[in-house]
């Protein structure tokens, strides 16, 4: 008989045992997920921040361009002015 009960309690110590550790990797697969969520979150903040970023790069770029064909139109109307002052 006190081997049927300590076999017993051994079982329900083992049982007990395993309910722990499947709720620990259930808690920690939870976690997991939420660790998950927040990385996706994050991901979609940068990506839309990189689409500003492009957008106001592209605004740069063709103000940029803009200034550069300004430059060019004046540099070629001082030219024909001093050359017409030199004549």
């Known amino acids: 008989m006190h081997q049927i009960s300590t ?3 051994s079982a329900v110590d083992s049982i ?3 309910n722990a550790a ?3 990797i259930s808690r920690n697969a939870v976690n997991a997920a939420r660790g998950t ?4 979150s994050v991901l979609g903040k940068v990506s839309e921040a990189a689409i500003g ?3 106001a790069a592209e ?3 063709s103000a940029s361009n803009s ?3 300004s430059v060019g139109n004046l540099r070629a109307e ?3 002015f001093l050359k017409k002052v030199a004549t």
């Open 7 to 9: 076999g017993a309690s």
């Open 16 to 18: 007990l045992q395993q």
């Open 22 to 24: 499947t709720t620990e």
């Open 37 to 40: 969520s927040a990385v996706v």
């Open 53 to 55: 970023t492009r957008a």
């Open 59 to 61: 605004t740069v770029l």
């Open 67 to 69: 200034v550069d064909t």
């Open 78 to 80: 001082i030219e024909g």
